[in-house]
């Protein structure tokens, strides 16, 4: 009897070591995901009216890209300030402005995958007119340029608001007179009153970096398009100009000087493209700034409160961790970049591979860096992987009806702050930690938060403006590189 109760209490013993292992072990596993605060805001309200001074400083400097390195090379600093597209929409609420800009970054998406998937074909579009074959073709959307800053442009200087966008090559700008233009906010700049406008002739070399320049045969001056994803389209006179940015002087940009243009930007002059091609205006002034610049977004939304970008070597951060730039040979435009995996929690993903974001001998696949997509968006698979993590280290929180593309959603009405779990980039040399509210967003005035992110059926992934907000980001195509300084806006 005694050697009974003897075993039973050995085996009450037993179980309770294995129940408490167990305890602990569930313990560990539920504590051992890692979480950050995010304090719960609504969509900002639509800012007031922004204020910039269009003054010319009595002093100063002028640069001209064509110059020799010796006398260039004592200026290689510039700074512009970058406000987010919506402060120039004066009647839309804080909710219709999310809504167009989720209209805005679908079309661009679509374009963006079209453009990198038929570059190096035939599959251009087609100017109106004789004799002219398309010059450039874009990646941008309808409207869908997310930054801008203002400019001045031409001799004496006027003022106009520019979209900026790493996405895209060509400078242009609409220009007097107009066979069609959309609104602007500036009045349409007229080249006839500018003593720094030149048109480039048919012969100029200038004229033959064009893809597929055209030639006015009454004028024998160049001609270029720019076409995008969605039809619409610029179309004018190639040529130079001085552009003003701050005080400096930038003189003989190549730019499109647009007489005809259709469907796109509500509200900018034109665009200042930032891409990798070699019409850019990185490219054109990379004798000026070293080849490298940066920017940091300041706020996703509307908001009064500015970014900046800088060009030359003081747009290298101290804090940022720099990973490879990638080349695809069939399109120069893109900031590729390799992703390897995801974290969410501080466990790696493990329906995540690098081979889901390879980008292949013929151009296929690979994630880009883009300012003028909203949302990221991750390869289908990948994108399945990282949602059902996500939604597994939330549990806690409560869940709400999909919205727009979001397909993982939470109602957090009512409340102030949530914990989430974290999530971390992982790129080639550089783990980029996002804060929490770079990928839990609201997206009405009711409380409802979404994860933002997107899956697309293109092998082609995006790295979107929303979550490189409050970064740094640092283009050193002189090294081949892009930077990530977190808390860069400072």
């Known amino acids: 009897m005694e050697g009974k109760a003897r075993n039973a209490s050995t085996l009450f013993f037993s179980f309770a070591c294995i129940f408490l292992s167990l305890s602990t072990a569930t313990t560990t596993l539920s504590t051992s995901l890692q979480f950050q605060t995010l304090t719960l805001n609504p969509l900002p309200n639509r800012p007031s009216t922004i204020s910039w001074a269009d003054t010319e400083p009595e002093i100063q400097t002028s640069m001209d890209p064509t110059a020799s390195e010796a006398s260039s090379s004592a200026t290689t600093f510039l700074s512009v300030q970058l406000h987010h597209i919506d402060a120039l929409s004066s009647d839309k609420s804080s909710q219709d402005l999310f809504n167009s800009r989720l209209a805005r970054d679908a079309a661009r998406v679509k374009s963006l995958i079209s453009l990198a998937a038929t570059a190096g074909g035939t599959n251009l579009t087609r100017a109106r007119g004789p004799g002219f074959s398309s010059s450039v073709v874009s ?10 800053t203002r400019l001045g442009v031409g001799t004496p200087v006027k003022y106009v608001y520019m979209v ?36 480039i002739p048919c012969v100029s070399p200038m004229c033959r970096r064009l893809d597929s ?17 969605d039809g619409s389209f610029t179309v004018g006179e190639f040529s130079t100009e001085t552009l003003t940015f701050r005080g400096t002087r930038v003189d003989r940009v190549m730019l499109g000087c647009g007489h005809d243009n259709e469907g796109l930007f509500v509200g900018a ?21 070293n080849r490298k610049f940066s920017y940091c977004l300041v706020d996703r939304s509307a908001s009064s409160k500015p970014s900046s970008m800088v060009f030359g070597d003081s747009a290298i951060s101290r804090t940022a961790q720099f990973t490879p730039m990638l080349s695809n040979p069939k399109v120069d435009t893109f900031y590729y970049v390799e992703l390897l995996g995801i974290s969410v929690g501080g466990t790696l993903v493990s329906g995540i591979s690098p081979s889901l974001f390879k980008l292949d001998s013929t151009g296929n696949g690979g994630v880009i860096i883009d300012s003028g997509t909203s949302v990221t968006r991750l390869t289908r698979p990948a994108y399945v992987a990282l949602r059902d993590a996500f939604r597994a280290g939330a549990s806690n929180l409560k869940q709400g009806p999909e919205f727009s593309l979001f397909d993982t959603c939470f109602d957090l009405s009512g409340k102030t702050e949530v914990k989430v779990p974290t999530v971390v980039l992982h790129f080639r040399g550089a783990d980029v930690s996002l804060p929490a509210s770079n990928y839990l967003i609201p997206v009405d005035n009711s409380g409802s938060f979404c994860f933002a992110f997107a899956g697309t059926m293109s092998g082609l992934s995006i790295i979107g403006n929303i979550q490189q907000q409050g970064f740094r980001v640092v283009y050193d195509l002189a090294a081949s590189r892009v930077g990530f300084a977190p808390r860069g806006c400072a």
């Open 213 to 229: 320049p055209g030639c006015s045969t009454k004028k024998q001056i160049c001609l270029y398009q720019v076409s995008y994803g």
């Open 164 to 199: 900026l966008d790493t996405g895209s090559d060509i400078v242009w700008i609409q220009c007097a007179p107009c066979t069609k233009c959309y609104s602007q906010t500036d009045p349409v700049f007229d080249p006839t009153k500018s003593r720094s406008f030149a048109n």
């Open 139 to 148: 990646g941008l959307a309808q409207g869908s340029g997310e930054y801008f």
């Open 269 to 289: 002059a034109g665009l200042l493209g930032l891409g990798r091609g070699g019409l850019s205006f990185p490219s054109q002034m990379g004798r000026l700034f």
